[in-house]
């Protein structure tokens, strides 16, 4: 049998918000509100954003490395369609994330809004094939909770 060059990788985030299913479910449905949280960040810049959250909708961010990064102005892009949306509960994604003209990765990931009597806990399974050259899955994971820290500054105001 022929080794593959793809790696496969499964990995769970759980964050608790204290706010309300609707309020962390805005945070994703909102074009200007998940650009914050999702698109910009100080080790790259978004030089285009694009979200049409609807079942079978897109979203697109076109990225340049920061200065402060191994590979400053390199290109990277991250493409997403919506899979399935239950509004307050679920939200299923298929992405790829591309730097230059090479695809990296694709990937299958689920957000549960799971509500508590402290607010929303979120849970986040990402479901990976990383390809030769990749950042790998535990870059992806660190990557996502970086992300996910974000979106709880954002919705701490």
């Not at 369609?81 to 992405?95: E, G, M, T």
Request: charged share 25%; with cysteine; net charge negative.
């Amino acid at each position: 049998m022929k080794e593959t060059s793809v790696t496969h990788s499964t990995f769970v985030i759980e964050r608790s918000f204290p706010c309300s299913p609707d309020r962390v479910f805005a945070a994703f449905s909102d074009p200007a509100t998940k650009r914050r949280w999702m698109a910009d960040d100080s080790h790259r810049i978004a030089e285009e954003y694009v979200l049409d959250f609807r079942v079978g909708g897109t979203e697109h961010t076109r990225y340049r490395m920061g200065e402060n990064t191994p590979f400053p102005g390199t290109p990277l892009s991250n493409d997403t369609v919506y899979q399935d949306i239950v509004a307050n509960q679920r939200i299923v994604i298929a992405y790829t994330m591309t730097i230059g003209a090479r695809r990296m990765s694709a990937s299958l990931a689920t957000f549960e809004f799971v509500p508590t009597d402290d607010g929303t806990d979120l849970v986040f399974t990402d479901q990976g094939a990383y390809f030769e050259g990749s950042d790998g899955p535990q870059r992806r994971q660190d990557g996502w909770q970086s992300i996910l820290g974000r979106l709880a500054k954002v919705l701490a105001g």
